[in-house]
């Protein structure tokens, strides 16, 4: 239902915020796609891209696909966090039709893609960039939610929230749909 499928933005979306808590980022972009997508965007320190100690593959997609592997561990984790510590990004990656994963650090532009969970590509290293941040794009796969239909209000109130709980974060919301 609309619970379960906008809780997909807010995981994401929480990601940000204690980037922004951290006092690493203060702007969020969420956009509604015309194809139903939504992309979430921020500004802060990036995913890390480095291989992980223990899969043995880029902490990227150790985040996205292994089971409590998320980046709120060892002396970078957050003091305190919104998030659900490892759950949120892989279970909206698992939830969806597509997802790709834009991250932004190191002089770099990395990007990983993925279809109902599991990678389509590796790791890519796609251009030199001053920017930091991640941009996490996604679609909910309809065949397992009964609706995959954003609602504006829903999305807008959720930011309302951050903002209140979050002074000097930038919060945008765009909806590309007519």
Do not use: W
Not at 48 to 74: M, N, Q, R, W, Y
């Amino acid at each position: 239902g609309y619970d379960g499928l906008h809780h997909l933005i807010k995981e994401i979306a929480d990601n940000s915020i204690d980037e922004a808590i951290a006092g690493y980022a203060n702007k969020i972009d969420i956009t509604i796609l015309k194809d139903g997508g939504v992309r979430i965007d921020d500004n802060g320190r990036g995913i890390p891209v480095d291989i992980h100690p223990k899969t043995k593959k880029s902490t990227l997609e150790t985040v996205l696909t292994v089971l409590h592997a998320g980046g709120k561990f060892g002396d970078g984790g957050y003091k305190v966090s919104s998030g659900l510590h490892g759950v949120g990004l892989k279970a909206v990656n698992a939830l969806s039709e597509y997802a790709s994963v834009d991250v932004y650090q190191n002089g770099k532009h990395y990007r990983q893609e993925y279809k109902i969970g599991v990678p389509q590509t590796e790791l890519m290293i796609l251009e030199d960039t001053n920017e930091t941040g991640t941009c996490v794009t996604f679609k909910p796969d309809a065949t397992i939610f009964s609706t995959v239909d954003f609602q504006y209000e829903i999305i807008h109130s959720m930011l309302r929230d951050f903002a209140f709980l979050n002074t000097g974060v930038k919060l945008i919301l765009t909806d590309e749909r007519e």
